[in-house]
């Protein structure tokens, strides 16, 4: 596709269940950005990936969040044992290099009931 | 790493110019000013970016003031489909967006 696509685009879960989201970066992009983004907040970094590496996770809240790109293009962020506070949408951005803009996908629109 | 300051909100006439303020009086000399926008249910937009020098391209303009402390990004015709909310951030160039705080952004409303 032309742009960053997410999967699911929506996603209710009960509190307590595992759930993983999915990013598709546009082809050939290397650096690859994780975000959440609470209800009338801006987005707030998560991890960044340059092709499979993770270089920084400072961003993760806590070790309930697990995000992988083994192949350096695919992605899937994992939150283990949902919490309610962990209800947001989730965003992917993806950038050619590291120093130049980023393209954001829809997003995910995660719920925790 | 350098923070922005916008208005909370703002309003703007349906083919006025709309221009939107943007403080980032601790910026470093080398840190690029961008501008994107989130129209509801969607993700950000990259609208434009800048160092030093004003730029424009096909959506808006962005300048910048001389010390480098304040920026406005500039549509010279709103559109009911502008509305949305406008984040500027501040990237340093050797760094990707982990380095980049959006804060709460302008929300923008074009009215008929």
């Known amino acids: 596709g032309a742009g960053v696509s997410q999967s699911p685009r929506y996603k209710v879960a009960k509190r307590g269940q595992d759930v993983a989201l999915r990013c598709d970066p546009i082809?050939?992009?290397?650096?690859l950005f994780w975000y959440q983004q609470a209800l009338g907040q801006g987005p707030e970094f998560l991890t960044y990936f340059q092709n499979e590496a993770q270089l920084d996770k400072s961003g993760l809240p806590s070790d309930r969040f697990f995000a992988e790109r083994p192949e350096g293009s695919v992605s899937t962020l994992k939150i283990q044992r949902t919490q309610q506070e962990d209800s947001a949408v989730y965003l992917c951005?993806?950038?050619?290099?590291?120093?130049?803009?980023?393209?954001f996908g829809q997003g995910t629109r995660l719920t925790v009931v | 790493d350098a923070k922005t300051t916008q208005p909370p909100s703002m309003d703007c006439a349906e083919g006025r110019a709309a221009n939107l303020p943007c403080n980032h009086s601790?910026?470093?000399?080398?840190?690029?000013v961008y501008w994107y926008r989130q129209i509801h249910s969607q993700g950000p937009q990259y609208i434009i970016h800048g160092l030093k020098n004003n730029e424009t391209n096909e959506m808006a303009s962005l300048i910048i003031t001389e010390d480098r402390k304040s920026s406005t990004l500039i549509l010279p015709h709103a559109t009911l489909r502008d509305t949305a909310v406008y984040y500027c951030?501040?990237?340093?160039?050797?760094?990707?967006?982990?380095?980049?705080?959006f804060g709460t952004g302008t929300k923008l409303q074009v009215i008929p």
């Open positions: 951005a993806s950038s050619p290099r590291l120093n130049t803009e980023a393209f």
């Open positions: 951030i501040v990237r340093p160039p050797s760094g990707g967006y982990q380095k980049v705080t």
């Open positions: 601790t910026i470093s000399g080398n840190e690029y």
């Open positions: 082809s050939g992009h290397v650096s």
